[in-house]
T-cell receptor, first 113, second 114 residues
Framework: KQEVTQIPAALSVPEGENLVLNCSFTDSAIYNLQWFRQDPGKGLTSLLLIQSSQREQTSGRLNASLDKSSGRSTLYIAASQPGDSATYLCAGYYNNAGNMLTFGGGTRLMVKP | DAGITQSPRYKITETGRQVTLMCHQTWSHSYMFWYRQDLGHGLRLIYYSAAADITDKGEVPDGYVVSRSKTENFPLTLESATRSQTSVYFC?????????????FGPGTRLLVL
């Protein structure tokens, strides 16, 4: 079964720290990968989409990388702020799963002032 | 307002009743999706649609019915609600080749089945 895993499930860091969130997938046949942010009681906000032909994408303080050979993606957050506190989810389209996004369980991030 | 909206935002119903959750998007995206989010299971795809009048099952379709007569609307119906369908339901849309592009999510509908 194709799975997406995010470890750790929760992370607490002091404000200003640079941090990395991890996402691993079981099969290198992943088409592209998307990172989302979810605030409590809210919907998902798309952060970055990495196409299969790309290795990374950047948006402001966020940088996401994709290494299909190792089955890993990382989301790097620079100079973290309390407003970054949320749950971060990664999700991938597998080549043989059509339009179905497979989601990880998420990492709940708390940035302390 | 532009974007993707869902209604109602909160719904309480009883076992056995029919419930319809609405989803509307203003981008004219080809693809639309319905997910449910549950503790311990994460987000799971219920149904999706590639265009008007084209729908397909996702991972957990049993007990749900969808239709898409217009590009902008994608209602989800629980024909006879069960307690196990208590969940948060999210609608999403995307565009691009094959639909495997950025998905944009609505705010969600919290459904409680008593």
């Amino acid at each position: 079964k194709q799975e997406v895993t995010q470890i750790p499930a929760a992370l607490s860091v002091p404000e200003g720290e640079n941090l990395v969130l991890n996402c691993s997938f079981t099969d290198s046949a992943i088409y592209n990968l998307q990172w989302f942010r979810q605030d409590p009681g809210k919907g998902l906000t798309s952060l970055l989409l990495i196409q299969s032909s790309q290795r990374e994408q950047t948006s402001g303080r966020l940088n996401a990388s994709l290494d299909k050979s190792s089955g890993r993606s990382t989301l790097y957050i620079a100079a973290s702020q309390p407003g970054d506190s949320a749950t971060y989810l990664c999700a991938g389209y597998y080549n043989n799963a059509g339009n179905m996004l497979t989601f990880g369980g998420g990492t709940r991030l708390m940035v302390k002032p | 307002d532009a974007g993707i909206t869902q209604s109602p935002r909160y719904k309480i119903t009883e076992t056995g009743r029919q419930v319809t959750l609405m989803c509307h998007q203003t981008w004219s995206h080809s693809y639309m999706f319905w997910y449910r989010q549950d503790l311990g299971h994460g987000l799971r795809l219920i149904y999706y649609s590639a265009a008007a009048d084209i729908t397909d099952k996702g991972e957990v379709p049993d007990g749900y019915v969808v239709s898409r007569s217009k590009t902008e609307n994608f209602p989800l119906t629980l024909e006879s609600a069960t307690r196990s369908q208590t969940s948060v339901y999210f609608c999403a849309s995307s565009d691009g080749t094959g639909g495997r592009e950025t998905q944009y999510f609505g705010p969600g509908t919290r459904l409680l089945v008593l």
